[in-house]
């Protein structure tokens, strides 16, 4: 079940150059979001009116009653965003997609491999793993120091191992080179960033034989089945990530 609803904005934060962090609040207690759906977002002040936007879901902080969206300014819709201030008022829809797998056994060991703003529905999804007594260990890349996001708040539930292009933190390279990759074993992959980033995982995962799924979000423009911009080659043909979707089994994709 889908619902919409009026949202309150209660912060707006800069993570850095690129990413605000805003937080919603309801009334009432928001209804079971699974990590990896994401949320349709009206952005009335952009001059294109009656703009959604799919942003995947962050966090759900169910003690205060807030649900996170990590936003890239990227676009004219995403700006307009993260114009947004305290107070002011949000149409979403909610809960869209399908989620990450659960896991499936107490100790079973998660890695999560997040790139650029993809990062965000690993916040949730690892708080998750935490609480059914997974192990989850936190992959998470960016160009330079500058550009990670919610580090800190990763570590509350998993060890976080980062790489950098540069070099400026963590280790210097792709994800795919960290040496956690070679000096543990991992029973499970989930990926979200940018897409080459996503297949070199994919690929390392198919080599290692480990189960891997990615979430393709990035590929979603209007996020409801209208635009066909999230058209993806799948085992089973050309399938829409927004309505299949968004976390696919790496195995289905033609990658
Ligand atoms: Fe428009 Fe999927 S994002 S059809």
Redesign the pocket.
């Known amino acids: 079940k889908k619902y919409v609803l009026d949202l309150k904005v209660s912060s707006v934060e800069r993570i850095n150059e690129r990413n605000v962090l805003i937080k919603l609040t309801d009334d009432k207690p928001f209804p079971e979001m699974l990590p990896g759906q994401f949320v349709e977002v009206r952005v009335d002040g952009s001059p294109s009116t009656f703009l959604r936007r799919?942003i995947s879901i962050n966090f759900l902080d169910c003690e205060r009653n807030e649900l996170w969206l990590l936003v890239a300014a990227i676009g004219e819709g995403t700006r307009a965003l993260a114009r947004l201030h305290a107070g002011d008022i949000l149409n979403c829809v909610l809960p869209l997609g399908n989620g990450f797998t659960p896991v499936r056994r107490p100790g079973e060991r998660v890695l999560l491999v997040g790139g650029g703003v993809g990062v965000a529905p690993l916040l949730y999804y690892g708080k998750q793993i935490r609480e059914a007594g997974g192990d989850p260990v936190f992959l998470l890349g960016a160009r330079t120091a500058a550009d990670l996001a919610e580090v800190e708040l990763f570590k509350a539930y998993g060890r976080v191992c980062i790489t950098t292009e540069d070099g400026s933190a963590g280790e210097k390279g792709f994800v795919t080179n960290h040496s956690v990759l070679v000096s543990e074993h991992f029973d499970h992959i989930s990926t979200c960033g940018p897409k080459p980033m996503m297949m070199a995982v994919a690929h390392y995962a198919r080599k290692a034989s480990i189960p891997c799924e990615a979430s393709l979000e990035n590929?979603?423009?209007?996020?409801?089945?209208?635009?066909?911009?999230?058209?993806e080659k799948t085992t089973e043909g050309n399938l829409?990530?927004?309505?299949e979707g968004p976390v696919f089994d790496t195995r289905r994709l033609l990658w």
């Not at 829409?240 to 309505?243: A, E, L």
């Open positions: 799919p590929m979603m423009a209007c996020g409801v089945g209208a635009c066909l911009c999230c058209v829409c990530v927004c309505k």
